[in-house]
C-alpha cells in the first residue's frame, strides 16, 4: 500500500488497529487477518524520520504579501484519491502559492514530494495526527508523529509541544467538525 514505507520492521512487540468507526451499531464486521514475512528479516530499529532532500523552491512574489496556500491536502498515501504528482497540478490548477501535503498518519507520500518541483506552487511537508478523539496537522517536517495518544494522558499536549520546540505549527485539523 503506498501509506507504507518499504523496508524490513524491526523486531519486538507489534500491534494491530483496526478502525472501525464507519461501522453502523447493531452491524457486524468480520474478519480474517493473516501476518506472514516472505524472508523473515528483521532489524534492530528503524529510521526516526523519512531520508528528505530539500524541497524545490521558488522566490516569493517580492516581500510581504498575501500568499493562498492549502494547509491540509492528502493524497493516494492516505484517504486522497490522487497520487502527490497530481496534488502538485491540483495546486497549480488553483493557483495556489503552496500546499501542505498532510496524509493521515504517514509521511510516506513526502519521499515523492521531494521529487516534484513546480515552478508555480511551493510544496511543503506536513503530517496529520488522525485519532479516534480528533484530528490535528504537524506542518513543517518530515518526521513520522506517533498519533495514538489517549484522552485525559497530556500525550498530545506533549506532541504539541514537541512540534513547537522543533518549529514546527501544530494546529487542530477539523476544529468546527461533530462526532
Not at 29 to 38: K, R
Not at 146 to 151: F, K, N, Q, V, Y
Amino acid at each position: 500500500t503506498p501509506g507504507y514505507l518499504a523496508g524490513p520492521l524491526p523486531a519486538g512487540a507489534w500491534m494491530l488497529q483496526v478502525e472501525t468507526h464507519g461501522l453502523v451499531p447493531g452491524t457486524s464486521c468480520t474478519y480474517t487477518l493473516d501476518i506472514s514475512s516472505l524472508d523473515g528479516a528483521v532489524v534492530d530499529s528503524l529510521p526516526a524520520a523519512v531520508e528528505t532532500a530539500p524541497l524545490p523552491t521558488r522566490p516569493p512574489r517580492g516581500g510581504p504579501a498575501w500568499y493562498r496556500g492549502d494547509l491540509h491536502t492528502h493524497t493516494l498515501h492516505s484517504d486522497g484519491h490522487v497520487p502527490v504528482a497530481g496534488r502538485v497540478a491540483a495546486a497549480e490548477a488553483r493557483n495556489l502559492d503552496f500546499f501542505f501535503l498532510t496524509d493521515h498518519n504517514t509521511v510516506s507520500g513526502l519521499v515523492e514530494l521531494d521529487r516534484m518541483s513546480s515552478p508555480r506552487v511551493l510544496p511543503a511537508r506536513g503530517m496529520e495526527l488522525t485519532t479516534f478523539w480528533g484530528h490535528a496537522l504537524c506542518l513543517g517536517g518530515s518526521e513520522w508523529v506517533e498519533w495514538r495518544a489517549e484522552p485525559g494522558t497530556g500525550e498530545m499536549a506533549a506532541i504539541a509541544r514537541a512540534a513547537d520546540a522543533a518549529g514546527r505549527l501544530f494546529i487542530i485539523a477539523h476544529p468546527h467538525a461533530i462526532d
